[in-house]
């Protein structure tokens, strides 16, 4: 494989994916930084298909991305591989409001292939090509300029292992006939809805005890002006207000802005500045949530009670065992709060009563719940037998 010295100018740039954008599929990864940031601060791209790989300079004066952002997210024709890929789908849909499509996780392949929960790069690495990666460079200030050999290497070993490791998994999935596993997966970590940071909806990230609607409202105005606030200044948000802060205050609103004062977690200036106003004019905007935005009193779905949740722990032992059985990891095969509800008795709108997952778990789930299905110990191995 060919690998090209760091990419700074447009013109490079432009090349190199005109190129690769004749391959089927390309291997991304990104360094950033956003310790002391609202939005990540992208510094680094790294992208390879089978016969060349490259680094790229984000940060380079002049450079154009564009080239490299539409064949992410305008090109259907090119797979784009990603491990653990979240947070650089994250990165490319603040800089177009899309994300890369298609695409494809090796972490979440990973899961149906047995390889564990949250397999990690250099795991996954390891456990496919036999090789342990140096990781020197993980924690390196990617901001900061030039960039030494050590630094590049580094991050391009990220694309370079990974478009070799990509057809050997796709190949082992086939085998199995776990491909198809994954499409729902994959659509569900492309959509765009998931990388927006909508003010109006950041108050359902803040935990509060309170159900009435006057708390609620105030604590959507609060947490909509924070989310304004710290994108504006390019903070994380809890450099502006921490959450328990911010939920106190809407549980307990301030009368006038002399007594931001006393609040903790606020500094006093906050009585006075005018950052402590806009405070204040948030909450005074505020309307009580509405009857259409009002979380239920009661759960969605039905309370478990005592037998309830001894049947839930049934079904979670019945998931360790069928994970085992068929080698995946038990977070892809089910959720938590599906095997809850399905214990409580609900049937309708659960994942695990839905293709694959039905095969696989769904119905046996079912059958235990219904008493068609019993543990049994065999041989010193426990498994599960029909019941007359």
């Known amino acids: 494989m060919q690998i090209h010295p760091l990419i700074t100018d447009s013109k490079t740039l ?7 954008a004749k391959s089927p599929y390309i291997a991304v990864d990104t360094e950033f930084m956003r310790e002391n940031s609202y939005w990540p601060e992208l510094c680094l791209v790294q992208v390879a298909d089978p016969h060349e790989a490259a680094a790229i300079d984000p940060m380079a004066p002049g450079i154009d991305l564009k080239p490299l952002l539409d064949l992410m997210c305008e090109n259907e024709d090119v797979l784009k591989v990603f491990h653990a890929g979240g947070q650089d789908i994250e990165i490319v849909h603040n800089l177009t409001g899309k994300t890369p499509h298609p695409m494809f996780d090796t972490q979440i392949a990973a899961m149906a292939l047995g390889l564990g ?51 050997k998994m796709l190949e082992e999935l086939r085998k199995t006939g776990r491909g198809d596993w994954l499409d729902q997966e994959m659509e569900r970590i492309s959509d765009p809805s998931n990388y927006e940071n909508l003010p109006e909806e950041a108050w359902k990230r803040v935990r509060i005890a ?18 304004i606030e710290a994108q504006d200044k390019n ?37 006075t500045n005018d950052i402590g106003a806009r405070l204040m004019n948030a909450i005074a905007k505020h309307q009580p ?10 759960p969605r779905r039905p309370g478990l009670g005592k037998d309830g949740a001894l049947v839930a722990d049934l079904l979670k032992l019945l998931l360790k065992i069928r994970s085992r059985d068929i080698n995946v990891a038990s977070r892809l095969l089910a959720r938590s709060d599906d095997i809850e509800a399905l214990a409580a008795g609900v049937r309708d709108g659960l994942s695990i009563l839905e293709g694959w997952r039905y095969e696989q778990f769904g119905r046996d789930a079912v059958d235990l719940v219904e008493g068609r299905l019993a543990f049994a110990v065999k041989g010193g191995r426990l498994k599960m037998t029909r019941t007359e």
């Open 210 to 227: 309170s159900k009435k609607a006057d708390v609620l409202g105030r604590l959507k105005a609060l947490a909509a002006w924070r989310e």
């Open 14 to 20: 432009a090349a190199f994916c005109a190129r690769i």
């Open 235 to 271: 903070l994380p948000r809890g450099r502006i207000v921490k959450d328990e802060t911010l939920a106190d205050i809407a549980s307990h609103p301030p009368r006038t802005q002399e007594d931001l004062g006393k609040v903790r977690g606020l500094s006093a200036t906050w009585r």
């Open 289 to 298: 949530l509405g009857k259409d935005e009002m979380p239920d009193r009661e």
């Open 117 to 167: 929960e949250q397999i990690g790069y250099g795991n996954l690495v390891e456990a496919w090509m036999g090789v342990q990666l140096d990781k020197g460079a993980r924690f390196t200030d990617w901001a900061r300029r030039p960039l030494d050999k050590r630094q590049i290497d580094y991050a391009i070993g990220d694309v370079t292992y990974l478009i070799q490791i990509f057809p």
